[in-house]
């Protein structure tokens, strides 16, 4: 059975990955990770990562960490759901070393926008948090959709007017600011 993935858990991770690694790269923690990582939330269901570069051997020791520490680990990221937002990596907050692996937040950009997109309740109560803890800040947010907007084609299932409706919703709901 897994269990949910409070801090102490995604710690233990961390730490056993590094010494799975003998090549530097780095993962990227998007989601819930992040959240509960920076305390806005005790629990998540799922470790979502980004592994740069793709490396054998550490897929291999993520698949063995799953089952060790009995969590949930999805290699996923906004890029899955959103175009790639330009500079993400340059944005992406570093968290800590262990061994040759560095842990990074997946730019909390591309996470808002991918949790706008989604729209799911604790998707908007994660961009509150991200707003209130001014790691977005709304004018550089409605930018940086901009700069996504000419590949929106690219994820036939997203509606770029229902999109960018939902950002500016975000925005005024969540706390973002007032009328847009």
């Known amino acids: ?88 990596d340059t944005r992406s907050l570093y968290i800590r070393r262990e061994g040759p692996i560095a842990f990074y937040h997946y730019d909390f950009y591309a996470q808002a926008l991918a949790k706008i997109e989604r729209g799911h309740t604790q998707d908007h109560a994660d961009v509150r948090s991200m707003l209130a803890a001014h790691l977005v800040e709304p004018a550089r947010l409605r930018e940086l959709f901009d700069a996504i907007r000419p590949a929106l084609f690219r994820y036939p299932a997203l509606d770029e007017a229902s999109f960018q409706a939902a950002v500016e919703r975000a925005l005024v709901n969540e706390g973002g600011e007032g009328t847009p």
């Not at 998007?30 to 990562?49: K, P």
């Not at 980004?50 to 969590?71: G, H, Q, Y």
């Open 1 to 88: 059975m897994r269990h949910l993935t409070e801090r102490d858990r995604l710690d233990r991770f961390m730490v056993a990955l590094g010494h799975a690694g003998r090549q530097p790269a780095r993962v990227y923690f998007t989601g819930g990770a992040s959240a509960v990582l920076l305390g806005w939330r005790t629990t998540t269901i799922d470790i979502d990562l980004a592994l740069v570069p793709d490396s054998d051997e550490l897929l291999r020791a993520i698949a063995d960490l799953k089952e060790r520490l009995e969590v949930n680990i999805e290699l996923a990221s906004p890029a899955h759901f959103i175009p790639e937002l330009p500079g993400w």
